[in-house]
């Protein structure tokens, strides 16, 4: 099991570092992870993130075009994730 944002290094968190360092120090399963909010039991929100982009081939454009269907199957990933991505992916259009 991996080990819970929370119990990351202050600076090390995604809002923190969005926060101290600006959206460019992040990487994109950070931002993405952001928007996600929370992770489950066994995953962090930015290995679930890593996973959304692992499914797209780490391509943004790809990413744009899944559907709620397509992030949906990703484990981790339920109706309420996948309506906050498929939003801020169509706002980021």
Known sequence: MNQPITQWAHDERPREKLLHKGAAALSNAELLAILMNTGTRDKSAVDIATDI???CQQNLLELGKLSYQDLNQIKG????KSLT???ALELGK
């Open 53 to 55: 982009l692992q499914s």
């Open 77 to 80: 990933v339920g109706e309420k």
């Open 85 to 87: 991505l498929l939003a």
